[in-house]
C-alpha cells in the first residue's frame, strides 16, 4: 500500500480528526504546564488554547490558523512523514515526542494518545503498519474515555 500523500495542512484541516488532534495536543501542552515550562505560539499555534478544560473553539481556531500558516509554507510535510514515506528509515519519534512521554512521567502526567502514536510510528518503519489517515480513526477509537468511539 502505497503512503499518503497528504500534507500537513490536509491533515490538520481534517474536521474528522480534530477530536484527536486537540486531545493529543492538550496533552503535550498538559505536561509543558506541569512542569512550569513557559509555553509560545508559533506558526499559527496558539498553545493556551489547548489547556486541559480549554474550549475546543479556541483550540479550533488554533488549528484553523495552523492550516492557514502550513498552506502557505513551502515545506507541506514533516521530517518524520519523508523520513517514513521517502527515505524509508527510522524516524526520531523518540527523541521528539518520547521526550514528552518520559517528561510527563516524571511528573505524574499521563500522555497515552502521544505513547500510541509513538507505537504507531514505530509500526510503520518496521513495516508492519501503513501510513494512512485510518491509523488516525484507530488512535482516536482506542483513546482514554473514547474507547470504541468513531469519529464520524
Known amino acids: 500500500m502505497r503512503p499518503t500523500e497528504d500534507s500537513i495542512a490536509d491533515v490538520l484541516a481534517s474536521e474528522r480528526h480534530r477530536p484527536l488532534l486537540r486531545a493529543l495536543a492538550r496533552e503535550v501542552v498538559g ?10 505560539g508559533f506558526d499559527g499555534f496558539g498553545p493556551y488554547a489547548f489547556r486541559a478544560g480549554g474550549s475546543d473553539a479556541g483550540a479550533d481556531t488554533s488549528l484553523r490558523e495552523l492550516v492557514a500558516f502550513n498552506q502557505a509554507s513551502a ?6 512523514w519523508r523520513d517514513l514515506a521517502v527515505r524509508k528509515r527510522p524516524t526520531e519519534v523518540d527523541a521528539q515526542l518520547g521526550a514528552v512521554v518520559r517528561l510527563g512521567n516524571e511528573v505524574g502526567v499521563r500522555t497515552p494518545l502521544t505513547e500510541a502514536l509513538i507505537r504507531q510510528i514505530h509500526e510503520i518503519e518496521e513495516g508492519r503498519r501503513a501510513q494512512r489517515w485510518e491509523n488516525l480513526d484507530e488512535l482516536w477509537a482506542k483513546s482514554p474515555g473514547n474507547a470504541g468511539a468513531k469519529n464520524t
Do not use: Y
Open 31 to 40: 505536561v509543558a504546564e506541569a512542569r512550569g515550562i513557559e509555553l509560545r
Open 75 to 80: 515545506k507541506t510535510h514533516s521530517g518524520i
